[in-house]
C-alpha cells in the first residue's frame, strides 16, 4: 500500500528529504543514495523527490552544500568560544575541523561522489574560499602578513588539512596527531614576527562580528555569499 506523505511545507519537504538523503549515505553509502531510494526512504512519491532536485547529481549538490554550512556553522561556533592568542585560535579551528571530518563521513562521500562534475568543481572552490577567508579572518590579528598572502597560506593549510582528514578517516593517524600536525601548520602559516608575538601574549583575538565575517565570505580573498537558494545551517553536524 502506497505510502500518504505528511503535508509539509516545501522548504520543510526539502529539509526532511535531505535529512533522510544523510540517512541512506551514512548507512549505504552514496552509491546507495538515488532518487528513487530517497523517495523510498522517505514515504514520498518519485515526483515529489523529483520536482526538488530533478536529478541524482542535483540531489548530490544540494545534500553537499548542506553538509558544508553545517560544517563551516560548526567551526565558526567554536572559534566564538576559542580562547584568545594565536595557539588556542589555531588548535580551536583544527579541533573543530576534525570533529567534523569524523561526525560527518558523509561529506566526503557525497565529494567524491561528484567527482569530475562541473557543477561539483565550482561548488567546491567556493566552499574552499570561504573556508579560506574564515580562516584568514579570525588568524589576521596574529600575523603581520598582508591579507592576500595569508589568505594564500590559509588556502594551502586546508589541502593539508584535507589530507590529513584523510588519514584520520583511514585510522593512520590518531585525533590528537591530526589536532597538532593541523595547529602547527597553521602557525606557520602566520609568519612570524615580533608585533605578531605581542599580539598573541596580549590576547587580542578576532571579535564575533570578525568571526562572523568571515564565516559570510567577506573579505580580501573574494569569496562570495552563499548561493542562492542554499539554506545556511546553524545546528550541529549530522
Not at 77 to 98: E, H, Q
Request: glycine letters at 12%; proline letters at 5%.
Amino acid at each position: 500500500m502506497a505510502t500518504t506523505p505528511t503535508r509539509l511545507s516545501k522548504q520543510a519537504r526539502r529539509e526532511q528529504l535531505l535529512d533522510t538523503a544523510v540517512a541512506i549515505v551514512r548507512t549505504r553509502g552514496a552509491d546507495g543514495l538515488t532518487l528513487v531510494t530517497l523517495a523510498e526512504e522517505a514515504g514520498v512519491s518519485r515526483p515529489v523527490v523529483y520536482g526538488h532536485f530533478a536529478t541524482r547529481p542535483g540531489l548530490l549538490l544540494a545534500l553537499h552544500r548542506r553538509l558544508d554550512e553545517r560544517h563551516r556553522a560548526a567551526v565558526t561556533r567554536a572559534l566564538r568560544s576559542a580562547a584568545t592568542g594565536a595557539d588556542a585560535v589555531a588548535r580551536a579551528i583544527s579541533t573543530a575541523y576534525f570533529a567534523c571530518a569524523t561526525d560527518m563521513p558523509e561529506l566526503g562521500a557525497v565529494t567524491a561522489a561528484l567527482k569530475g562534475s562541473p557543477e561539483m568543481e565550482a561548488v567546491r572552490h567556493d566552499s574552499a574560499d570561504r573556508y579560506a577567508e574564515l580562516m584568514a579572518t579570525v588568524l589576521r590579528p596574529y600575523s603581520l602578513l598582508a591579507p592576500k598572502d595569508l589568505g594564500l597560506r590559509c588556502a594551502g593549510v586546508l589541502g593539508a588539512a584535507d589530507a590529513l582528514a584523510a588519514e584520520l578517516n583511514r585510522r593512520r593517524a590518531t585525533d590528537d596527531e591530526a589536532v597538532a600536525a593541523l595547529t602547527g601548520l597553521i602557525m606557520g602559516s602566520l609568519g612570524g614576527g615580533a608585533e605578531a608575538g605581542r599580539w598573541a601574549e596580549s590576547g587580542a583575538g578576532p571579535t564575533e562580528t570578525e568571526t562572523e565575517a568571515g564565516a559570510a565570505g567577506a573579505g580580501p580573498a573574494g569569496a562570495g555569499p552563499a548561493e542562492a537558494g542554499v539554506e545556511a545551517e546553524a545546528g550541529p553536524g549530522a
